[in-house]
């Protein structure tokens, strides 16, 4: 596009309000402005100026961001990257054709290094020629090679145009995922100040809204279960948090109601999106239930035997490393399973990919995990699919315990308590006590058998 983009207009006009709140020093929408423009004559020396697929390595910040928005203004293509990646990024630039890797870092001058690509995938070149601002987001790669999905920066950025209130607002989901580049433009588009964290651990988290006197966390609910867990919402001053809005993947009911009780006087608001799609507004039923409405004039939704649909303005231009998944009439199957009831209102049941087949019962994750949490000595529970030569699948369970537990006993424990609240197929047959990680970089839980395996 190669021009102001009404985001920047809106940036500038914010003037000396803060913006980012980034090691312990605040940033006006002055400063994050005047960083844009000297990215943009820096990018203009690396024949960056336009047209080019620039990638960058790092977590918000004022460099982060400002390269983002100039890549906006000169019609580039960004390519956010996780900042603790290694053995991956190799293949992830490959996948996107950058021209340029920016290793941006929390401190220090930033290290650029050219990458020589010449561009071959017919999308890519489709937008860079229509000097198009674009996005890659990859998908978290939990099934094998993660895909990579190309989104028209602008289309992208339609539902943030109405000017919303402004919110102190914690970044808690990273930057290259889209529940947290959603966190980034509400924020930057309604002139609200954003809360970056060097570590997203309950206690580091806390502490910020604490500090910073937070009013929105954005956050999974695998994220919120472990902050339930930790005990560090009893440590620290969160009166000041008006809404936590979830999603990425399903909440368990039990914590849910952790939630409301800690918390009664802050909005429990269900979110939904997907990397190929962003996150439609949404709104929750008013009992604060696991019920939600997509509520977006740009977006329609419907459901075909029990899996969503939806059809969105502001979709992706497609996969640059995989087969479109759109109909010819512009409806996509999420891959969501989900129940419908009166109203329009969805509550999402699971991953079609996450089902578990247990001799021909299918069985949703979510809903084991919502029992299993009820029990005494349980910090947080993953239940996912194991091979069995006879079934398929059984339902296996791994558990994180706030005290050491003889695993027979806790065996033992588990199955009384689930046969008076389960079928007998959706007991978990395989219990064992977690000694590695359950939960991505991304805050998802890691429901792949063969990734569990791995670490152990």
Request: charged fraction near 25%; charge should be neutral; aromatic fraction near 6%.
């Amino acid at each position: 596009m190669n021009g102001r983009h009404w985001l920047t207009e809106r940036i500038k006009k914010a003037g000396a309000e803060p913006c980012l709140a980034h090691q312990d020093c605040i940033y006006n929408y002055d400063l994050l402005a005047a960083q844009s423009e000297e990215w943009k004559a820096r990018l203009g020396t690396l024949d960056c100026a336009s047209r080019a697929v620039i990638a960058f390595q790092g977590d918000y910040s004022p460099t982060t961001v400002s390269l983002l928005l100039a890549c906006l203004e000169l019609g580039n293509i960004a390519v956010p990257l996780a900042p603790g990646l290694r053995n991956e990024i190799s293949e992830l630039l490959r996948i996107s054709e950058a021209r340029i890797l920016i290793r941006t870092g929390s401190t220090g001058p930033c290290e650029i290094q050219k990458l020589n690509v010449t561009p071959q995938n017919a999308l890519l070149k489709a937008t860079t020629e229509s000097e198009t601002a674009g996005l890659v987001i990859f998908s978290s790669g939990s099934t094998g090679v993660p895909k990579a999905t190309l989104h028209d920066l602008a289309r992208f950025l339609m539902k943030f145009e109405r000017q919303r209130a402004p919110l102190t607002t914690i970044a808690v989901p990273p930057m290259d995922h889209i529940a947290g580049l959603d966190t980034l433009f509400y924020c930057l588009s309604s002139g609200g100040k954003l809360v970056c964290l060097d570590s997203r651990n309950p206690e580091e988290v806390c502490l910020a809204v604490e500090r910073h006197r937070v009013e929105l966390l954005p956050a999974s609910a695998a994220f919120l279960n472990l902050l339930l867990a930790s005990g560090a919402m009893e440590r620290y001053d969160l009166s000041s948090l008006r809404t936590i809005a979830y999603g990425s993947d399903v909440m368990p009911t039990a914590t849910l109601s952790r939630l409301r009780e800690h918390l009664p006087a802050v909005t429990l608001l269900q979110k939904y999106g997907t990397t190929e799609l962003g996150s439609p507004s949404t709104r929750s039923r008013p009992d604060g239930s696991l019920w939600l409405k997509i509520n977006d004039e740009g977006c329609e939704a419907k459901v075909v035997e029990g899996a969503l649909w939806i059809k969105s303005q502001s979709a992706m231009l497609g996969y640059l490393n995989s087969p479109s998944p759109f109909e010819e009439d512009g409806w996509i199957n999420t891959g969501d399973m989900v129940e419908q009831s009166d109203g329009g209102y969805l509550r999402i049941l699971g991953r079609q990919s996450d089902l578990i087949n247990v001799g021909g019962h299918k069985v949703f994750p979510a809903e084991v995990e919502t029992v299993l949490l009820q029990l005494s000595n349980v910090e947080d529970v993953l239940v996912y699919g194991k091979t069995n030569p006879l079934l398929g699948k059984v339902v296996a369970a791994r558990f994180r315990l706030k005290e050491p537990e003889d695993v027979t006993r806790l065996k033992q424990r588990v199955r009384r308590f689930c046969h008076a609240q389960l079928s007998a197929h959706k007991i978990p047959v395989e219990i064992e006590i977690a000694a590695g990680e359950m939960m991505t970089a991304r805050q998802k839980k890691i429901r792949r058998e063969s990734a569990l395996a791995a670490n152990g």
